[in-house]
C-alpha cells in the first residue's frame, strides 16, 4: 500500500546549525507534500508545502526540495532557534483527497 | 477567523466506561479527519468524512470506536468499553474539499484507568 517514510526520527542539532528531515514516498501519483510542525501539548499545523510541478519552495529559514524521480522529499531549516524544537511531520497526498504521513521526527535545538 | 475546536481538552476515565470526544471543524470545511496519536508516536488515521460520502472507516481499530458527523459539520468519536490502550491523544482536523491542507484541532488527551 501507500506509504511515506520519514528519517530520522530524532534530529539534534546546535543552535544557529541547519538540520535537514528527509522523506521517501511509494505512490507515483501523489502531488502535494506538506509539512507540519507540532508543539508541545498541540495539534500539528502547517509550515509549508510543495507540488509536484515545482522543485523548490522557501519561506524565510525553511525550504522544502522535491526529486519526484527519486520519490524523495525533503525539509531544511536554516539557522536553527530555539523555537525551531517540536515534532516534525511529512505527507503525501493519496487517493481521495486525504494524506499519508510520516512517522514524524523530533527535532531538539541545542543552546 | 475560529479553528478547528475540540472537547474535551482532557477526559480521564476508567476502563470499561464508554467516552464521547467532540470536535467543532472550521466553518465551510466540508472534510473532517479522526486521528489518534500515542505517547511520543505519529498520526494513526481513524475516520474521513466528506460532504454526503460513506465515512472511509479503514483505520477504526476495533467495533468499539465508531464515529458520526450531524449536520454535515460537528463529530463526535465514541469509544464504548474504554480499555487502557486506548488512552491517547484524539486529533480532529478539518479541509475545504478538494483541497489537501489540514487544519487540526488542539486535540483530546484521553486516559483510562
Known amino acids: 500500500g501507500e506509504n511515506v517514510e520519514q528519517h530520522p526520527s530524532t534530529l539534534s542539532v546546535q543552535e544557529g546549525d541547519s538540520a535537514v528531515i528527509k522523506c521517501t514516498y511509494s505512490?507515483?501519483?501523489?502531488?502535494?507534500f506538506p509539512w507540519y510542525k507540532q508543539e508541545l501539548g498541540k495539534g500539528p499545523q502547517l509550515i509549508i508545502d510543495?507540488?509536484?510541478n515545482v522543485g523548490e519552495k522557501k519561506d524565510q529559514r525553511i525550504a522544502v526540495t522535491l526529486n519526484k524521480t527519486a520519490k524523495h522529499f525533503s525539509l531544511h531549516i536554516t539557522e536553527t532557534q530555539p523555537e525551531d524544537s517540536a515534532v516534525y511531520f511529512c505527507?503525501?497526498?493519496?487517493?481521495?483527497?486525504?494524506?499519508?504521513w510520516g512517522a514524524g521526527t523530533k527535532l531538539i535545538i541545542k543552546p | 477567523g475560529a479553528g478547528v475546536s475540540q472537547s474535551p481538552s482532557n477526559k480521564v476515565t476508567e476502563k470499561g466506561k464508554d467516552v464521547e470526544l467532540r470536535c467543532d471543524p472550521i466553518?465551510?470545511?466540508?472534510?473532517l479527519y479522526w486521528y489518534r496519536q500515542s505517547l511520543g508516536q505519529g498520526l494513526e488515521f481513524l475516520i474521513y468524512?466528506?460532504?454526503?460520502?460513506?465515512?472511509?472507516k479503514s483505520g477504526l481499530p476495533s467495533d468499539r470506536f465508531s464515529a458520526e458527523r450531524t449536520g454535515g459539520s460537528v463529530s463526535t468519536l465514541t469509544i464504548q468499553r474504554t480499555q487502557q490502550e486506548d488512552s491517547a491523544v484524539y486529533l480532529c482536523?478539518?479541509?475545504?474539499?478538494?483541497?489537501?491542507?489540514?487544519?487540526f484541532g488542539p486535540g483530546t488527551r484521553l486516559t483510562v484507568t
Open positions: 482536523a478539518s479541509s475545504f474539499w478538494p483541497k489537501y491542507e489540514q487544519y
Open positions: 466553518s465551510g470545511h466540508t472534510a
Open positions: 468524512f466528506q460532504g454526503n460520502s460513506a465515512p472511509d
Open positions: 505512490d507515483s501519483a501523489s502531488n502535494y
Open positions: 510543495i507540488r509536484s
Open positions: 505527507a503525501a497526498s493519496g487517493s481521495n483527497y486525504q494524506l499519508i
